[in-house]
T-cell receptor, first 113, second 113 residues
């Protein structure tokens, strides 16, 4: 079945450090890929998405590129801020409308001043 | 205006009780979902409804019964609550499958004592 594997957390960084959170997936066909963010005490918000190979999603300084050859969608940010502290989820939606998002296990990021 | 709203935000109840969580979306979306997030932040889909019709039921105990009176509402009723039901439950909606963004509610933290 479809699945998403994210790097284990937690991740702790200092402000202005470079962030990478790895995500790989297994799916039939060509899924859409997403990064969602969950701030403390809140629901999930879409951070960025990519719907086909080589697409780059970007938002709020975060970027991720859909790599079909490596089945990856790694999240990166050049300079993190304290306000980026949250749990980040990689997810896929399989082509053909299985009508569900499959999530990775989440990676908790803490950014210290 | 809140796009996806759930009530209540917190629910503490005793084992064996029956409880309901309500969800409403004002986005005009066709599809609504219930997700369960466990203590380790892992998110798993429970149900998906499209235009009031059940699409996905992911091996959830039949003590859990979703009800969709119209496409803007998807309520979750839980009978005979057990300690293991303690979790955060998220409602979400999207339009015509998940190629587009899924919008999540704030979550309902259920604690069974």
């Amino acid at each position: 079945g479809d699945s998403v594997t994210q790097m284990e957390g937690p991740v702790t960084l200092s402000e202005e450090a470079f962030l990478t959170i790895n995500c790989t997936y297994t799916a039939t066909g060509y899924p859409s890929l997403f990064w969602y963010v969950q701030y403390p005490g809140e629901g999930l918000q879409l951070l960025l998405k990519a719907t086909k190979a080589d697409d780059k999603g970007s938002n709020k300084g975060f970027e991720a590129t859909y790599r079909k050859e490596t089945t990856s969608f790694h999240l990166e940010k050049g300079s993190v801020q304290v306000s980026d502290s949250a749990v980040y989820f990689c997810a896929l939606s399989a082509q053909g409308g299985s009508e569900k998002l499959v999530f990775g296990k989440g990676t908790k990021l803490t950014v210290n001043p | 205006d809140t796009a996806v709203s759930q009530t209540p935000k917190y629910l503490v109840t005793q084992m064996g009780n029956d409880k309901s969580i309500k969800c409403e979306q004002n986005l005009g979306h066709d599809t609504m979902y219930w997700y369960k997030q466990d203590s380790k932040k892992f998110l798993k889909i429970m149900f998906s409804y499209n235009n009031k019709e059940l699409i996905i039921n992911e091996t959830v105990p039949n003590r859990f019964s979703p009800k969709s009176p119209d496409k803007a509402h998807l309520n979750l009723h839980i009978n005979s609550l057990e300690l293991g039901d303690s979790a955060v439950y998220f409602c979400a909606s999207s339009q015509e499958g998940l190629w587009n963004e899924a919008f999540f509610g704030q979550g309902t933290r259920l604690t069974v004592v």
